[in-house]
């Protein structure tokens, strides 16, 4: 099917709206994952931040929680060791132990120096300043620690070292009392880089950067550092010691981040271009789906538009004989809806009552077989109205996808209008038949006309030769009557002269002859033989000639054997005894007036002209249907000595007049046959 350019164009906007569909979609899919991949990665770095805070908090309470250690350690070693002596091995022990601690000493009241003890991994403490240097930390430490009773710490500072590098340093001055009198201090000197590897956990700080720095940010001792800082990450925790405090640093790197943060967020951008993946497979199973269904439409359509136009019905019956589908012809055919059909089964609405019986036993033969013959079999329909009409029927076996059989597929023919030709033909054919005989009975007639004119000529010449020797002697009576049948034989031989001319001209089709005369004239001229015949057959003869009828223009011959046609065939029609001479209807009334225009007839012929009426009635036993369908039918008789024209020439001369010859039934029996003829002007 060629494509129109409306649907052409409809396709273009479609598919480029489709495409730009798709266009949207797949910036949808696309921004969607970028902001996926963004908030996963914003998500991953606030968990390592917060991961990171949490460790630099534990490392700063695992520093607080160490030296709260080393402050009870170092009250127990005062506590056992109370000489100088002892102390000073314990205070060695302790530091040995304690390798943030560089130095440990014991000091008065007073903050003199009772004993002193330095760390064994950093020998040359004092290498460059001596340690009244740094007594300021210390004293500020002790003020701070006696007036809390407790443990107090002084702020960093910077402590040279004889090999060119220094280290940050931290006194811390511990109160003591002997039998609950101050005694004195104990202050111990951190290493800030010692406390950070000695106090922290190394699987904690491993691969990360750990340091001090002040409250404004100045870095007082690192552990470890990381290179470059834009993908480090650094948390601070606040390690508050008694008396001064300090910024824990902790930094971390970042974790290796590839296009996709983690496992989770690949999984949900694969399952995303899946999903964009079957979105398209499933767009184009959708629009191939689209086209088979409208192909189906197309073929759907034309196979309705085919069987709308279709004359023949179509009918499908599965195994049980009940109806599946039936095609418009077959419902205008037998006068009923689908609805109304289908469903239905035996015994089918369109069989006739009469032939219920007969069409079961015919569908049950066939549905047993489930052979059908290919050149079908007639049958006769019924309508609702009771109408029949005969029908040719071609049923085939209806096959399914599968191959298997599912019922039948009839296709049903009307031969109703096949059967009308065929009367048309055979009427045809007989009318042809007809003329040919009529033809041959017009040569027959020229022939005999021919044939009988002479010996008519010389009928008529020996009567007017004997009818002269007759009337030579008028004394004889006898001689009288045999006059009056000489000149009776002149007459009927002239007439037959003349009829014989006029089927002559008839033959011929000549011009005839019209004359003007009386319709009283007429049946004068038939009434001696009529009378002959109503008298042999006891039949009375009724004549009724209305007044002041107009007279007719005819050709009286042809008329007058039109009357006397029409009387011979009324008095055979009433036969000896029927009906009885008693019951009075043994009479042949012969009847003459002026047509008078029906009610409705106002047209301008009926003004114009006007009609005279021969009726003749007869009372025999009528004529039944069969008879009045072929009664002007050449050479149709009832009567085994009949030729059967007579009726059919007399309506061809009446319609030559220009009149018609009709019949009607009589009452209370017989038949009227009635003709026209023109008045004369």
């Known amino acids: 099917m060629e494509e129109t350019p409306v649907r052409s164009a409809w396709r273009q906007r479609l598919r480029s709206s489709r495409w730009r569909l798709w266009a949207a979609l797949i910036l949808l899919v696309v921004v969607m994952l970028s902001v996926l991949v963004f908030l996963a990665t914003q998500y991953e770095e606030t968990r390592d931040q917060i991961e990171l805070e949490q460790d630099a908090e534990t490392i700063a309470n695992e520093i607080g929680s160490n030296l709260l250690h080393n402050v009870q350690t170092l009250q127990s070693l005062h506590s056992v060791a109370p000489s100088v002596s002892d102390w000073g091995v314990l205070a060695a022990d302790f530091l040995t132990q304690r390798r943030e601690a560089m130095r440990l000493e014991w000091r008065d009241t007073e903050l003199r120096l009772v004993a002193h003890r330095d760390s064994l991994y950093v020998p040359d403490l004092m290498g460059v300043f001596t340690r009244e240097q740094a007594m300021h930390e210390v004293r500020g430490a002790c003020d701070a620690a006696q007036r809390q009773s407790s443990p107090a710490y002084s702020s960093s500072y910077f402590w040279p070292m004889s090999n060119g590098r220094g280290v940050e340093m931290i006194e811390m001055c511990l109160p003591i009392a002997n039998e609950g009198r101050p005694a004195g201090f104990l202050v111990a000197t951190y290493s800030l880089p010692g406390m950070l590897a000695e106090l922290t956990s190394r699987s904690t700080v491993r691969g990360r950067g750990l340091g001090f720095s002040d409250a404004d940010g100045t870095r007082l001792a690192m552990l470890s550092t990381l290179h470059g800082t834009r993908r480090n990450l650094t948390a601070r925790a606040v390690l508050d010691l008694p008396g001064y405090t300090l910024m824990l640093q902790l930094q971390s790197q970042r974790q290796a981040r590839g296009l996709f943060p983690n496992v989770l967020t690949a999984m949900v951008s694969a ?80 069989w006739p009552p009469e032939l219920v019986d007969e069409y079961q036993q015919r569908q049950e033969v066939r549905l047993a077989n489930q052979v059908l013959p290919r050149e079908g079999h007639e049958s006769v329909f019924r309508r609702p109205d009771g109408t029949r009409f005969p029908v040719l029927i071609i049923e085939a076996p209806l096959i399914d996808a599968q191959g298997q059989q599912t019922g039948f597929m009839g296709a049903i023919i009307d031969l109703t209008e096949q059967r009308r030709v065929e009367e048309l033909n055979r009427a045809s054919r007989e009318r042809l038949q007809a003329t040919a005989r009529l033809t041959t009975v017009g040569e027959m007639a020229t022939l005999l006309s021919h044939e009988l004119n002479q010996p008519l000529a010389a009928i008529a010449s020996y009567a007017s030769g004997t009818l002269n020797l007759l009337e030579s002697s008028v004394s004889n009576p006898l ?53 002959l015949l109503v008298n042999k057959q006891n039949i009375r003869l009724q004549i009724h000639i209305e007044p002041e009828c107009p007279q007719v223009q005819c050709d009286r011959t042809m008329i007058e054997q039109v009357l006397l046609n029409l009387s011979r065939n009324g008095v055979q029609a009433m036969p000896q ?22 009610a409705g007839g106002t047209s301008y012929e009926h003004i114009r002209k006007s009609w005279v009426s021969f009726a003749i009635t007869d009372h025999g036993h009528g004529m039944s249907d069969e008879v009045v369908d072929k009664l002007f039918t050449p050479f149709f008789t009832t009567r085994p000595e009949g030729m059967g024209i007579g009726l059919s020439l007399c309506r061809t001369v009446i319609e030559q007049h220009g009149g018609a010859l009709t019949h009607e039934p009589a009452r209370p029996r017989g038949t009227v046959f009635r003709f026209t003829l023109p008045a004369a002007p």
């Open 577 to 598: 005894g029927d009906p009885p001479t008693h019951s009075g209807l043994r009479l042949l009334r012969i009847e003459v007036g002026r047509l008078r225009p029906h």
């Open 271 to 350: 399952l995303s271009l899946a999903l964009l993946s079957v979105l398209y497979l499933l767009g184009r199973d959708i629009r191939r789906r689209q086209r088979a269904e409208l192909e189906v439409a197309r073929a759907l359509a034309f196979r309705k538009a085919m069987e709308d136009s279709l004359v023949t019905g179509l009918r499908a019956r599965d195994m049980d004989g009940r109806i599946t589908y039936v095609n418009p012809a077959f419902c205008e055919m037998v006068g009923l809806s689908a609805e109304q059909l289908v469903g239905t089964g035996p015994p089918a609405p369109w």
């Open 479 to 531: 001689h009288a009557d045999l006059a009056q049948a000489m000149r009776r034989i002149a007459e009927q031989a002239e007439r037959a002269g003349r009829v014989i001319k006029s089927v002559g001209d008839f033959v011929r089709r000549r011009e005839r002859v019209r004359e003007t005369v009386t319709p009283q004239s007429l049946i004068d001229a038939i009434q001696p033989l009529l009378g």
